[in-house]
């Protein structure tokens, strides 16, 4: 949501609004221009705020105006006004500056919808949304984190790729002060239990949650677009928009093979049923990009990988007016088992994904495959938003602002999840109260129970098979490899197995490796090192 570059000996000028940017000295800071967000400028003699957040369906302003500069009349209307944007509901970033002792104090908010990541050096502080900014310089490699990344352990943690490089995870906050910074990691939220089945209808009550989370930023008509895959999640978001408001476009990729027609006769029905406009691009005109030469832009830590077809969405969207993107992220996480009502060999997870991890190991060394033996011991505490959602948003937040798209994930709601989360089994089981209530709003014939599900499993295999032998000769040099993580010919094996069977677990695995030798590489011609921080070592056989 912002973007900063602030030297600390700049802290003692007085903050100047220029239009959507603040000055001090040299140092400046950028909140992203978007109708859904609002920024305020809050200063009083010795200190000030800048807090960037998402507009609130009842916010009072034009969604057009510039920063609101608040120029606090004493100390109770400042911490007012402070205390209010700390325990503002949707999404935010807040920086406080203190004159005295030039100290600085970055904090997040709750949904982590743009991921906000921090520099400190010597006594500049950088920030910023996009981690593509912090590859234009020279950095380390933690690898560590890459070790980890390679074997699949997602992992949502202040650590990042590089060192140095800390992302806020949600509530988290910085300090930074000259000589020195600390990082807080917010109180973890407790763990939910589901509540015993009194044979309360819970449909009323999930509907009443889920209206209430697609309802809580303005609507501007026109400006609405909605990620339609044609799975329940992504249904029932556009379920519940279609009930509230009217001219929605709806936006989707086509996929190839056995799925394609039912997903287009879904979409068809989900469509004419609820009024949306849709429109769709086949993933086959805009497959992934798997070479590994210098790309046109610069990689961030992570990115969608099908970003090639989602950015065709994403641009026609914008082209259209259309600047709000909501989706069904969170959906996967809404109805958790619990380890009572599974059993112990499902509680490992799903088989294929073990096969993943088997899989992305064969690719290590010998003393990198002791580091991935060894559980990350960096993790956030546990979060009101669904981990994966977090996430995501790292992951596609980044592409979907510089395509002039603001995500809204109505089912990463906190109140929804623990909603969700705590309804009795027989009400999570099979997304159960989700399905009646998509029944209910689409008839019981798009959604029956057993419906062949859209995957995207099949797109990276057949597309590793066609591009093999390019892969190959561009692996004969292999940045992991020089790194000491992956052995060069373990890869090559991995890409001739994935051409010659299109195992999904393997591929799962190999896009993983894909992702990051290039970035990698990227670090290589920027003349990067590898390292986990002091005293670290380059992992070799």
Not at 43 to 71: C, H, I, K, N, Q
């Amino acid at each position: 949501m912002i973007k900063a570059e602030m030297a600390l000996a700049d802290l003692s000028f007085a903050p100047v609004m220029h239009e959507a940017r603040l000055t001090l000295g040299s140092s400046y800071l950028v909140p992203h221009s978007h109708p859904m967000l609002e920024t305020r400028l809050v200063r009083m003699p010795g200190r000030w705020f800048l807090v960037v957040r998402e507009r609130m369906a009842m916010s009072s302003g034009d969604s057009d105006a510039r920063a609101t500069v608040v120029d606090a009349k004493d100390d109770a209307t400042y911490d007012a006004l402070h205390r209010d944007c700390l325990l503002w509901p949707l999404d935010y970033v807040l920086i406080e500056a203190a004159q005295a002792g030039h100290r600085l104090r970055i904090r997040a908010g709750v949904l982590g919808t743009a991921p906000v990541y921090c520099r400190v050096t010597d006594d500049r502080v950088s920030v910023s949304w996009d981690s593509a900014d912090f590859a234009r310089g020279p950095a380390v490699i933690d690898t560590e984190v890459a070790i980890h990344q390679l074997v699949l352990r997602t992992t949502y943690a202040a650590r990042q790729l590089y060192t140095g490089v800390v992302l806020l995870t949600e509530r988290a906050s910085l300090f930074v002060e000259p000589g020195g910074a600390r990082y807080r990691y917010p109180e973890a939220v407790e763990d939910t239990a589901p509540v015993d089945d009194d044979g309360k209808d819970t449909l009323p009550t999930f509907a009443a949650a889920l209206e209430r989370a697609v309802s809580l930023r303005p609507w501007l008509e026109g400006s609405v677009s909605l990620e339609l895959s044609g799975g329940m999640d992504s249904a029932t978001v556009a379920a519940a928009l279609a009930s509230l408001h009217r001219n929605i476009d709806s936006k989707g990729i086509l996929l190839d093979g056995e799925v394609r027609a039912p997903q287009v006769r879904r979409r068809r029905q989900i469509a004419d049923r609820l009024g949306l406009a849709d429109h769709t691009v086949d993933i086959s005109a805009y497959p992934p990009s798997l070479d590994l030469d210098t790309p046109r832009e610069t990689y961030g830590f992570c990115r969608e990988f099908y970003l090639e077809a989602c950015s065709a969405l994403w641009s026609s969207a914008r082209d259209k007016g259309r600047h709000t993107l909501f989706t069904g992220v969170g959906g996967d996480e809404l109805f958790p088992a619990y380890l009572d009502e599974i059993s112990a060999e499902a509680a490992k997870g799903p088989l294929w994904g073990r096969d993943a991890r088997s899989y992305a190991e064969g690719l290590l060394t010998t003393r990198a495959q002791a580091v991935a033996r060894s559980r990350p011991l960096f993790d956030a505490p546990a979060s009101p938003v669904p981990v994966t959602s977090l996430l995501a948003n790292a992951c596609r937040s980044p592409d979907l602002l510089k395509h002039g798209q603001w995500p809204v994930h109505p089912l990463s709601d906190p109140q929804l999840a623990y909603l969700c989360h705590r309804l009795p089994r027989s009400s999570r089981e099979g997304r159960e109260v989700m399905r009646r209530y998509l029944e209910s709003r689409l008839g019981g014939d798009v959604f029956p129970k057993g419906y062949l599900k859209e995957t995207f499993a099949h797109v990276l295999p057949a597309l590793v098979a066609r591009h093999a032998d390019r892969l190959l000769a561009q692996l004969r040099e292999c940045a992991l490899a020089d790194l000491g993580l992956v052995d060069r010919d373990a890869v090559a094996r991995l890409v001739r197995h994935v051409a010659a069977t299109l195992s999904h677990p393997a591929t799962s695995a190999l896009a993983s490796f894909l992702w990051l030798e290039r970035c990698a590489r990227q670090a290589s011609a920027a003349g990067f090192h590898s390292g986990a921080g002091p005293g670290a070592a380059t992992y070799g056989t």
